[in-house]
T-cell receptor, first 109, second 115 residues
């Protein structure tokens, strides 16, 4: 079992749809939870981060962390073609940071 | 304009050749990291450094070497011992873990191809 599991997709949605991206993890020590967006052949850019459990909202993006279930989610509202990218979840505790394999998302106009 | 730069963008390696990938940051971050990204896999940690003149092996350090002579710079050498070096290499930096914000910021990457 991988330490971080993320459905690789690909996921294709029409413009304006609500997108739900998810990761599960096995290490209960993780404290910081992050979502990165990676465009093709580019480095990942930090989209959102949360500390411990709870929700965080930033514009069209909402990150949720449920530590009891070891489950994190990223919701994208009113998705746009410019949201088409690979989304990586990541989580860390001290020096140990682990990444999901990434979910490839395409938003069709 | 703060950030992380990596060079070159593309790098070609011949059999038996060592190549060095450059990573520079001006974010005043203490910690720097090197990852390898392969299709369908998560980022895998090669080496990391939390302070100048000190670095630690990550999960897949074999066939790689690093140095950290300056806070701003963390070059990665892919040696001839690395038998499958074709991948996308990403450098990242962060504040030292334990000081609150542990998120890592990434450079644009270097794509290494074997001739």
């Amino acid at each position: 079992q991988k330490e971080v599991e993320q459905d690789p997709g690909p996921l294709s949605v029409p413009e304006g749809a609500i997108v739900s991206l998810n990761c599960t993890y096995s290490n209960s020590a993780f404290q910081y939870f992050m979502w990165y967006r990676q465009y093709s052949r580019k480095g990942p850019e930090l989209l959102m981060y949360t500390y411990s459990s709870g929700n965080k909202e930033d514009g069209r993006f909402t990150a949720q962390v449920d530590k009891s279930s070891k489950y994190i989610s990223l919701f994208i509202r009113d998705s746009q073609p410019s949201d088409s990218a690979t989304y990586l979840c990541a989580m860390s505790y001290r020096n140990d940071m682990r990444f999901g394999a990434g979910t490839r998302l395409t938003v069709k106009p | 304009d703060g950030g992380i730069t990596q060079s070159p963008k593309y790098l070609f390696r011949k059999e038996g050749q060592n190549v060095t990938l450059s990573c520079e940051q001006n974010l005043n971050h203490d910690a720097m990291y090197w990852y390898r990204q392969d299709p369908g896999q998560g980022l895998r940690l090669i080496y990391y450094s939390q302070i100048v003149n000190d670095f630690q092996k990550g999960d897949i350090a074999e066939g790689y070497s690093v140095s950290r002579e300056k806070k701003e710079s963390f070059p990665l050498t892919v040696t001839s011992a690395q038998k499958n070096p074709t991948a996308f290499y990403l450098c990242a930096s962060s504040m030292v873990p334990g000081q609150g914000l542990e998120t890592q910021y990434f450079g644009p990457g270097t794509r290494l191809l074997v001739l």
